[in-house]
Structure formats: C-alpha cells, structure tokens
C-alpha cells in the first residue's frame, strides 16, 4: 500500500475529477486523476493509490474492464474500490458484486459529494 493516502479517481468527467480532487484535498488527502480506465489502470500500477474512485461508463476502458484488470493482477488485487457511477441498475449492481471487485457502489445522482469522501475515508482506515 501506499506510505500515505492517495486517491485515485477515474472518471471522463471534468467536472467531477475536479469536485472530488478539491474535496479530498480540503481533507488533507492527495490525488491523482484519470479521464479514462486505461489511464487509470495505468495509474494504480505506477502509484498504488491506497483507494480508487472508478466511474462505470468511460471511453477507451470502462469501469468493468478496469475492475476486471484490477483484481487479475496480484499486485494491486486488495486496492479498496468505490464505484461511483450514474449506472443505477440491478443488473450492473450484480455484475460488479460478482466480480468482488467493489467495496461500495454509489450512484452519482444520489449521493452528496460530502458522502463520497466519508465512504473514501473510511476505505482509508480499512488499510
């Protein structure tokens, strides 16, 4: 694991990198970002963030792609990960709980930002 807490969040959105990259850093918490999964997946080999905050749909990697990719590799397997994603379905739901591969699943549309960084840090304290 990382010697200090790092987030790395993956997300094609602008907006939401730059939401949740400031409110990490107003916990004291540092970043790195990534507009797509292959960038992202790039990423964690290269930095090993203690957790990753991984949108569903992206261009060039989605998220089930990185997660698969993730949990294949040995080295980075235990990475804590928190979907946070627009997808609200059952069948995505089961997808990524089948593949183990997520601590958390929260939909975008119904979580304040505030909750986000809660469900991260307490990812953090797991480790």
């Known amino acids: 694991m990382a010697e200090q807490r ?5 997300d094609d959105n602008d907006d939401i ?3 949740y990259r400031m409110k990490f850093a107003s916990e004291g918490i ?8 292959a960038e992202g997946l790039r990423l964690i080999r290269e930095k090993r ?11 060039v990697m989605d998220g ?8 294949g590799d040995a080295e980075i397997c235990k990475t804590p990960v928190i979907i946070l ?11 990524v709980t089948d593949l183990g591969a997520a601590e958390y ?10 909750r986000v960084i809660d469900v991260a840090l307490e990812a953090l304290q797991g480790e």
Do not use: H, W
Request: negative net charge; contains cysteine; proline residues 5%.
């Open 6 to 10: 790092l987030v790395c969040i993956i």
């Open 17 to 19: 990198r730059e939401i």
């Open 30 to 37: 540092e970043t790195i970002t990534a507009a797509d999964g």
């Open 49 to 59: 963030p203690s957790v990753v905050l991984l949108d569903i749909q992206m261009p």
């Open 64 to 71: 089930i792609a990185v997660l698969r990719e993730l949990k």
């Open 85 to 95: 994603s627009n997808v609200d379905s059952d069948d995505m739901f089961r997808t």
């Open 105 to 114: 699943y929260l939909v975008k549309s119904l979580v304040d930002p505030q």
